[in-house]
């Protein structure tokens, strides 16, 4: 089964915006703090964005003033608001706990006029 299902990704831009969306198992939501990663072509997977339990947030460098995560108890949502989008951010867009378990399948964001 898999874990997170991840929705909102495509083609854009730069300096446009979309918002990802994943879809979390509430035993999994509830009790871990969420996190988007993401992959680019011929390099490693890395964190971009972790939000904890209360809502404290922080991103990594590249991101930060750019991006923004949140989360939605009620649904059990987690997303990933990206503006000022730049070839750079084009990656395989991943929703995981922090620290990472098992992995969905990912959404594909690029980056390109």
């Known amino acids: 089964q898999v874990p997170f299902v991840e929705s909102g990704g495509g083609l854009v831009q730069p300096g446009g915006s979309l918002k990802l969306s994943c879809a979390a198992p509430?035993?999994?939501?509830?009790?871990?703090?969420m996190a988007w990663y993401r992959q680019a072509p011929g390099r490693e997977r890395e964190w971009v964005a972790i939000?904890?339990?209360?809502?404290?947030?922080k991103y990594t460098d590249s991101v930060r003033g750019r991006f923004t995560i949140s989360r939605d108890y009620a649904k059990n949502m987690v997303y990933l608001q990206m503006n000022i989008l730049k070839p750079e951010d084009t990656a395989v867009y991943y929703c995981?706990?922090?620290?990472?378990?098992?992995w969905g399948q990912g959404i594909q964001v690029t980056v390109s006029s």
């Open positions: 509430e035993d999994i939501f509830s009790r871990y703090n």
């Open positions: 995981n706990t922090d620290p990472s378990g098992d």
């Open positions: 939000i904890n339990r209360p809502g404290a947030v």
